[in-house]
């Protein structure tokens, strides 16, 4: 069992930075292979980025190539998602997930455990 905490959302304006944080309870999260997601409002919720369990590989949505970077700290139990040059449409509620697997996975229901979700708004 993980229990997943965000942390790191606000308002921001379009070009600006924000890091998202997501920390892990548990001894084990080492084993997990890590992964963000978002959801904007009346929309499904969309694969961001995911990484690998040491961390020495990572996928990126299209959308977000470029000006997104996931990395994590498996000393600290802890995954993040540095943002840049956010746009508008970065606009969502942001969740990480845990997978119980070897690989990452870009579809959601491939993910077992999910934090509370942390609130994006980039103003134009």
């Known amino acids: 069992q993980v229990q997943l905490v965000e942390s790191g959302g606000g308002l921001v304006q379009a070009g600006g930075s924000l890091r998202l944080s997501c920390t892990a309870s548990?001894?084990?999260?080492?084993?997990?292979?890590m992964g963000w997601f978002r959801q904007a409002p009346g929309k499904e919720r969309e694969f961001v980025a995911a990484?690998?369990?040491?961390?020495?590989?990572?996928d990126y949505a299209d959308s977000v190539k470029g000006r997104f970077t996931i990395s994590r700290d498996n000393a600290k139990n802890t995954v993040y998602l540095q943002m840049n040059r956010l746009k508008p449409e970065d606009r969502a509620v942001y969740y990480c997930?845990?997978?119980?697997?070897?690989?990452?996975?870009?579809?959601?229901?491939?993910?077992?455990?999910w934090g509370q979700g942390t609130q994006v708004t980039v103003s134009s």
């Open positions: 997930a845990a997978r119980s697997g070897v690989n990452y996975a870009i579809l959601a229901r491939a993910y077992n455990y």
């Open positions: 548990g001894r084990t999260f080492s084993s997990y292979p």
């Open positions: 990484i690998n369990r040491s961390g020495g590989s990572t």
